[in-house]
Each structure stands twice: as C-alpha cells, then as structure tokens.
C-alpha cells in the first residue's frame, strides 16, 4: 500500500528550480522523472553522502569510533543541548526506545501508556522489555496523544507515557508533563518524526525527559540505519553505553579514540544497539543539509496547503509549520469510505500514497492489551492519506501531486 520501496533506481542532475528550494548537498540529486511514479518517500543521496561513505569505508575503523562520537556532539549542538542533556546514539529509534524504556526501569508488571495511532515499532519498544502497552487516543486537531485520555487509563501500574509527534507536530508536552509529575510517571517521546521540530522556541529534544529520534531509510535525517536517545540524568550515559554494546562496560570512551580495550567486564544484560562509523559518516553529510532540507519541506507543505485547502472533500492538518519540520504531509478525507478509491486515483496518475498508520489496537499481537477508548484513532485511522514529501521536490513534481488530488474531486 505505501511506496516505501518505490524509491526510482535512476539519479537524475537537478532541473530548473524555483527560488525557494535550496539544496546544500552538491552532485547528483534524486529528482523522479516526469514519467515515474513519484514516490512517497525519496531520501536525498548526493556526492557528499558518497564521499563521506567512501572516506569511511577506506578508514576501515567501522564499529563505534571517532564518527560515533562526533556525529553525536554535532546531533546535540543541531538540537541545542545544554550540558544537562544527553545524547546517546543507537542502532534505531526502536531500539533507542528500548534502551529509554530500560533506563526509565521499566519492564514486566508495568504499564506504558501509547497512543494506538502510532508506528508500531514504538508499541514493539515497550512491549520487548515484558511491559504491557496500554492504549491511548489522540486529539482530532493534532493527532498527537490526548492528556485527557492518558489520564483515563492511568493505574497504579502506570509507569510511562509515550508521546509521539505526529508528521513533526509536537504533542502537548506541558499538559503530558504535569501528568508525569502529578503520578511520578516518566515521558518517552517517540520523535522520530520531530528531528528539528520546536514547540513554543525550544527544540524537541532540548527540553522534557527521554526523547528519541530516528535516522531510517526515510526520515528528515538518514544514516542508512540509525537513532538516538536523549536522556536528562547523568548517571543514564554509563548505563546506555552499556546496554547498546552487550553490556560491556568502559569500552566507549576508548573507542571514540579508536582503541579497543582488552580487559573489560559485562555488568548486565545488553544488546547489539550501537551507531557503526560508516552509518554515522553519512550522518553526519545528511545533518550539514538539514536545515535547507526542513526549510523545503515547509516550503512544499504550505503550497499543498494553499494548493488544496479550499476542496470541500479533504482535511489538511490545521497547523502553521513555522515551528514544524515536517516528516509526512497528511491529508484526511472526510468521506473515509473513498479512501481505497482516492488512492487508486492518485497511484493511476503517477503519485505514491501511504497509510499512517492503522491503530495498534487493531493488530493481532496487541488485540488483548487495554485500551482507553479510542474514537477518535478509530476514525483517523481510515481517513489519513499520506502524500509524497521530500526534502528536495521540483516544482513540477508538487504541481502534479497537487492536480492529481483536485482531479479526484472534479
Ligand atoms: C520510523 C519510526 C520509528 C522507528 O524508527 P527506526 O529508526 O526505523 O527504528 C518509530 N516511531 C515512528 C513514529 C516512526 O515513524
């Protein structure tokens, strides 16, 4: 159904474009071919990535090591992090979920309270420390969680809650935290889809408890593979490093320096989560570009907004994207029963569409978990249409997006 997959196997060089898009990378730049599919997601792999890629693969150093460490240091001074924050990279934003779940002590007996309307691999994070998700609604404005249904749900097993930012919209994080401090609960925003987003001036990331961000094949930022947790405790650093490196302890500091060291001890249960040197290199490339890449993606969001606001048939997110770095744009149509139809329509003339997402609840391994009620994921879930979004889109490809959603209503 979505076109993650769909990414053309050509490169084309970049045609005339209009003034508002800029693009830092230099090179070759994915740009689909009037004829093609134009797909929902198209990551922007140009001569920098390459050529970072290929100085990393020469080096020969792949595990963690000096690109480890500095990709982490430019992550923070992107985000802002005053010394009191920390950033850890990790293998995936699930897995960085994981270990922010793990630190937040979190395990079997407790309850973590997520929205149903979420990318299930936030769902998959919690429930793999032997938690039990219990699932929450979302506000019908924001489609982010809803602080009056996490209260709902809360018991005495209630441990966390897990925010997500929707398309790069932040949830109502000061309603969500003055729940947390009220029952002693910690916060674990998923902001995969927030990378550079900021609510009320303050970066996602730079503010609040755990936050974690994910570098996958299709999010603002890609290192092929990649995450990363934020975390305000100190005393958490130690405990990640060991956790994202099979519990093997004093090992991280020596291998930012391009040391392995031969004695060391294993002090608890572990994973396989680490940030290799060849992923953080392309990163690294990736981050010196993410500001024309956000700034484009408003651009492109408000002309979709401008270009299909006035259709009595669709809903675009009511959001100014001032603050927003937009990850997905999405559409609701208010007759959900046209949805199949719609994006058949669009599939015919050339745009790629997607689904995000279908409610949690909904799939066979989460069927028995409890469960606030969920009226508003109910209908969400078979309204939202995602349109394709890149970092870089000519305008000719946006007009046809465009048309090709008016001609449905024609
Ligand atoms: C992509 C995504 C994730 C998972 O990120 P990975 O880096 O692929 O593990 C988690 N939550 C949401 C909302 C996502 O979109």
Wanted: with cysteine; hydrophobic share 45%.
């Amino acid at each position: 159904m979505t076109a993650e997959a769909a990414a053309p196997s050509h490169i084309l060089r970049q045609g005339a474009e209009s003034a508002e898009t800029t693009f830092g990378g230099g090179g070759a730049l994915p740009v689909p071919r009037a004829d093609d599919l134009i797909p929902l997601y198209l990551p922007v792999l140009g001569a920098a990535e390459q050529q970072a890629a290929a100085a990393a693969l020469a080096d020969g150093w792949l595990g963690i090591g000096p690109l480890t460490g500095r990709f982490e240091r430019e992550l923070g001074a992107f985000l802002g992090l005053r010394p009191d924050r920390h950033l850890v990279s990790t293998s995936s934003c699930t897995s960085a979920l994981h270990l922010a779940a793990l630190t937040a002590g979190i395990g079997p007996g407790a309850e973590v309270i997520c929205p149903s309307f979420t990318y299930v691999a936030g769902h998959q994070a919690m429930s793999a420390t032997g938690a039990d998700v219990v699932f929450c609604d979302i506000d019908p404005k924001t489609l982010t969680v809803d602080p009056a249904s996490v209260r709902s749900v809360i018991t005495p097993r209630t441990r966390a809650i897990q925010v997500v930012h929707y398309a790069g919209v932040p949830a109502d994080l000061d309603a969500i935290h003055a729940i947390a401090a009220e029952h002693d609960l910690r916060v674990i925003e998923d902001a995969a889809h927030a990378f550079g987003s900021s609510s009320r001036g303050r970066a996602i990331g730079s503010f609040g408890d755990l936050v974690c961000f994910s570098f996958g094949p299709v999010k603002m930022i890609t290192s092929l593979e990649g995450g990363a947790v934020v975390s305000p405790r100190v005393e958490d650093v130690q405990l990640l490093h060991e956790l994202r490196l099979i519990g093997v302890t004093a090992d991280t500091d020596a291998r930012y320096a391009r040391q392995r060291m031969w004695e060391y001890d294993v002090v608890r249960q572990g994973y396989r989560y680490h940030l290799g040197s060849l992923p953080a290199a392309i990163g690294l490339a990736q981050l010196a570009q993410v500001d024309a890449f956000i700034a484009n993606r408003r651009s492109y969001c408000r002309q979709y907004d401008a270009g299909l606001s006035d259709l009595d048939g669709v809903e675009p997110m009511a959001v100014a994207w001032d603050e927003i770095a937009p990850y997905m744009y999405v559409l609701r149509l208010r007759d959900a029963s046209l949805r199949a139809g719609f994006m058949a329509h669009l599939r015919g003339l050339g745009v790629a569409t997607g689904v995000h997402y279908m409610g949690g609840h909904t799939f066979t391994h989460y069927r028995e978990c409890q469960r606030a009620d969920l009226s508003v994921t109910e209908t969400v879930a078979e309204q939202v249409v995602t349109l394709p979004l890149h970092s870089f889109m000519t305008e000719q490809t946006r007009e046809r997006v465009i048309a090709a959603v008016r001609s449905y209503f024609s």
